[in-house]
Structure formats: C-alpha cells, structure tokens
C-alpha cells in the first residue's frame, strides 16, 4: 500500500460517509489493509508519547 492510498483511507474514514469495505473497494485494496491504518491513525492520536528520530 502507498501513502497515498493511507491518506485517502483516512480522509474517507474522517468523512464519515463511507465504512471500510467501500473504502477498501474504492481503492482496490483489501479491507483488512483499511482497517489497520485506521487503528494505527487511532493508536497514534492516543499515544502520549512523541515519536523521536533516533
């Protein structure tokens, strides 16, 4: 999957117009792949801590 691909997962997700299998169909990527990108965008927004460049 591309970063295009994850940003539009997510911008159609934000939407809130469209749930993950039509997403998944709209990109021709599997709904598993939407899925996870949501949560890791969902897990990212709770974490506390700030990713750092080692």
């Known amino acids: 999957m591309t970063v295009i691909k994850a940003a539009a997962i997510l911008t159609l997700w934000r939407d809130g117009r469209f749930d993950t299998m039509d997403i998944a169909q709209a990109l021709t990527v599997h709904e598993a792949d939407v899925v996870r990108v949501i949560d890791a965008a969902r897990e990212r927004a709770r ?4 990713l750092q460049v080692v």
């Open 47 to 50: 974490c506390t801590v700030p």
